[in-house]
């Protein structure tokens, strides 16, 4: 099993850049598909990026798609996530999360969370 910790969420301008991080706990990270995930206030919760164990394969939503990019770390137990010209839409709780797959793009494959961190974009 896996604990993770978020952090770097913050307030932005709209157009600007923000990198949150992920920091997992234990020593079976390598074992586990990543992926961020958010939740804006009225709409479902979505997979934004996600990337397999090994860090050779990586999806993205079409939303963020050439803005966002997801990276992680075996040897340090750490995920990112490079957002860059961001959108007031962009603004919402964004979780990291683990997923006993190869590699998971969809909701229900992810088992266990963070806390989330908030990300709020002005306009």
């Known amino acids: 099993q896996v604990q993770l910790v978020e952090s770097g969420g913050g307030l932005v301008q709209a157009g600007g850049s923000l990198r949150l991080s992920c920091a997992a706990s234990g020593r079976t990270f390598s074992s586990y598909a990543m992926g961020w995930l958010r939740q804006a206030p009225g709409k479902e919760r979505e997979v934004v990026a996600s990337?397999?164990?090994?860090?050779?394969?990586?999806y993205y939503a079409d939303s963020v798609k050439g803005r966002f990019i997801i990276s992680r770390d075996n040897a340090k137990n750490t995920v990112d996530l490079q957002m860059n010209s961001l959108k007031p839409e962009d603004t919402a709780v964004y979780y990291c999360?683990?997923?006993?797959?190869?590699?998971?793009?969809?909701?229900?494959?992810?088992?266990?969370w963070g806390q989330g961190t908030q990300v709020t974009v002005s306009s």
């Open positions: 999360a683990a997923a006993a797959t190869s590699i998971a793009i969809r909701i229900w494959e992810y088992d266990t």
């Open positions: 990337i397999s164990r090994s860090g050779g394969r990586t």
